[in-house]
């Protein structure tokens, strides 16, 4: 059984920093993708940014050059730091694990979600 546990987030000011972290237990994701997406009721799903079984990751437009996902392998644990943070990145951010598709991650299993909230 996959299950991704979740962690981090919470309020921050306009241009500050938070991190969200993800262990997941029961996946291995050898041929597929692990990611980060964002989305609450009132916004539409948006893939975050997605790292790859060979390490690399591509990131949203919205995000590229502000956030970043890495993992510590001996910790088991998959990172999203969020730096130079905007009102408009408050959202619900879920991790994900799943299978890749070109340059993209299909989930097929959730975090139970962090929220981020960016105010002054």
């Known amino acids: 059984q996959v299950q991704l546990e979740q962690s981090g987030g919470g309020s921050v000011q306009p241009g500050g920093s938070l991190r969200l972290s993800c262990v997941p237990s029961g996946y291995t994701y050898s041929s597929g993708c692990m990611a980060w997406f964002r989305h609450d009721p009132e916004t539409e799903r948006e893939g975050v940014g997605f790292i790859f079984s060979d390490g690399r990751t591509t990131y949203s437009p919205s995000v590229k050059g502000r956030f970043t996902i890495s993992e510590d392998n001996s910790k088991n644990t998959l990172y999203l730091h969020m730096n130079s943070l905007k009102p408009e990145d408050s959202d619900m951010y879920y991790c994900?694990?799943?299978?890749?598709?070109?340059?993209?991650?299909?989930?097929?299993?959730w975090g139970q979600g962090s929220r981020v909230t960016v105010s002054s």
């Open positions: 994900a694990a799943g299978v890749r598709a070109d340059d993209g991650c299909v989930p097929h299993y």
